[in-house]
């Protein structure tokens, strides 16, 4: 006789739907990101409630070495000529990495070391972003469609904002049928 | 004028290769598992040489909190009647987690607590398997084709063979068009 087979959740790789367990959705209105975009003005004028990103996580257990899972779908959008984009954060336990994987849409993964020094990492379905320890991280939709991107990372790394209350040092804005990256 | 944009690899969800960075691959063959399977005369009969899995590995920053990127291709085939497996391991840093996702084909995996208490989660295309601290795994191919599963797992964590050397409680066998588990 067979022992219980446990169907685990499963994750759809060309949504990024996650069913089958249990799940925490966050979602991140316009009105929570004040500071974040560069036009304050244009900022103002869009809907509050409008919603910039969902984050699902599925329920696992937690502590020293255990993993997390979830799935970020970045909405497409602008603010003024700037692009949707994640708030972005350096771990609270800066050591702490993470990877991406890309699932739909386009986009960029912004990427930054606590000296300031930025990188952009392409995202498309498929790609593969291992995010290294003491690295600030931040998804930006460049495209047309919903972005999402699969993450997996320790549940102790936490989030640490504050530290990056100044921004990033680029930034991507909309430019023709492509973008353009500034020096913030 | 635009930085550079990375260009980082990439997966292909539908058959698990890696492509677009740089790669490890380790192969492990039938001779390098004695003791692995229950039927050691049909484990001699075998071929040494045949393949019983591939491990490709992303190459990446190592250290504390840092995370590695693989993808296992576990073959279908026998021996005896017991499936192809993965040799199984716990971590050598216990505590540290790992997460595997299922690309193709169909299989189990086999988790077991250090008191031995053992389950099996059914692994097909998208399965989503937290392996939480503390757990040994082994992936077992009950299908025809190849099993191909995506690991995130921490840098640190290493193996640890010998743990297990008197192998997991539970064994999986082929039974008529499905499988048959037994206790070990």
């Not at 970020?72 to 050591?95: I, P, S």
């Not at 003491?134 to 993450?151: M, P, V």
Request: net charge negative; no cysteine; aromatic share 10%.
């Amino acid at each position: 006789m067979n022992p219980d087979i446990f169907l685990p959740p499963q994750v759809a790789w060309a949504t990024g739907a996650l069913a089958g367990g249990p799940l925490i959705r966050k979602t991140t209105r316009l009105a929570e990101l004040p500071d974040v975009f560069t036009d304050g003005e244009a900022w103002k004028r869009g809907n509050p409630q409008q919603g910039v990103y969902d984050v699902d996580v599925l329920g696992s257990p937690v502590g020293e070495g255990a993993l997390f899972v979830g799935v970020t779908h970045l909405y497409a959008g602008n603010v003024g000529d700037e692009f949707f984009m994640t708030r972005g954060h350096f771990h609270a336990r800066r050591e702490q990495g993470e990877v991406y994987f890309g699932l739909r849409g386009v986009g960029l993964l912004l990427l930054q070391t606590e000296a300031g020094d930025a990188r952009l990492e392409q995202v498309t379905a498929g790609s593969v972003h291992i995010i290294p320890p003491f690295t600030a991280h931040r998804l930006i939709n460049t495209g047309t469609e919903t972005l999402s991107a699969l993450a997996v990372w320790p549940s102790v790394a936490g989030h640490d904002y504050a530290a990056l209350a100044e921004g990033f040092s680029l930034r991507v804005f909309a430019s023709g049928q492509g973008f353009e990256v500034r020096h913030g």
